[in-house]
């Protein structure tokens, strides 16, 4: 297997090892014949385990060849996103950012705590496109042209990817890549945020350290805006409408988001209609 690098995007069961290809296979084959056996082989065949369905399965193989001009343009995908976020005048893509990190695909890293609700090891191609859809940065621009070239060059790596039953879609490989909420820079980390030479690492440090910029540029890098004409006209006002549906749900729209995950209120609304429901997730 010189020629590639199996693994996972984060701890994965021991079970469902099974070898029936030849050594002399390629290994292009011997990968492709390798994952599909881990990820989708009946369980029925763990002779340990046999009623058990065990997930996360995630697997992949990485060429070795193609990792060295991911790993370039990925690199010069984070110096571009430390650029933009060190200047702190552009607040669309600060928000596009955030966004992109906190609806991003993520397992648990191994420095995480176990049942974390913020998990650190971040999938990759869930980042990448996540955040090309979320900023919509201009082709043209330097930011534009390193998020394409970093896609494409991470679609070429893969020599065989996939995920078992039950888990979620994951792309291939993560990277680490912890919420604002759970990172403390006085803390002990496992990762040295001294080193200047991994570009990535500078990012970490600079995305976890900033704040929403004050002002920002007349033309910001996102094509995407974020921000809302909308505007209070009374202290307290929260700018969402809501509205009762069938089976007693509450809908909930805003003028001031892309789109309502879930709504919890403490008070409640005012109106008869949906006083009763109020309390329910939307």
């Not at 621009?141 to 994951?170: H, M, Q, W």
């Not at 809302?228 to 202290?235: D, G, K, L, R």
Request: hydrophobic letters at 35%.
């Amino acid at each position: 297997l010189a020629g590639g690098v199996e693994g996972g995007e984060t701890t994965v069961p021991g079970h469902g090892w099974y070898w029936t290809l030849p050594s002399s296979a390629a290994t292009s084959a011997y990968a492709m014949g390798m994952t599909l056996q881990y990820l989708y082989l009946s369980e029925s065949q763990n002779e340990l385990n046999p009623e058990e369905h065990r997930t996360p399965k995630t697997l992949a193989m990485i060429s070795t060849a193609g990792f060295s001009s991911f790993r370039t343009h990925f690199e010069r995908l984070a110096e571009e996103l430390s650029k933009v976020l060190s200047a702190g005048a552009d607040q669309d893509f600060f928000a596009a950012l955030q966004r992109t990190r906190s609806g991003v695909m993520a397992f648990e890293a191994a420095s995480d705590q176990p049942g974390t609700s913020h998990p650190s090891a971040v999938d990759v191609g869930s980042f990448l496109t996540g955040f090309q859809d979320t900023c919509s940065p201009n082709l043209k621009s330097n930011l534009g042209k390193a998020i394409g070239n970093a896609i494409a060059a991470y679609d070429r790596i893969f020599l065989a990817r996939g995920v078992g039953e039950g888990t979620k879609p994951a792309t291939g490989m993560s990277v680490y890549f912890p919420s604002k909420k759970d990172w403390n820079i006085d803390a002990v980390h496992t990762v040295d945020y001294s080193d200047k030479s991994n570009a990535w690492v500078q990012f970490l440090l600079t995305y976890l350290t900033s704040s929403t910029p004050s002002e920002t540029e007349r033309k910001s890098i996102c094509t995407r805006s974020f921000k809302s004409a909308v505007e209070q006209t009374f202290e307290g006002q929260l700018l969402l409408n809501p509205t009762l549906v069938a089976n007693g749900t509450v809908l909930v729209h805003s003028d001031i988001t892309a789109n309502t995950d879930s709504v919890k209120t403490i008070y409640g609304f005012t109106g008869s209609r949906i006083e009763s429901d109020v309390r329910r997730r939307v």
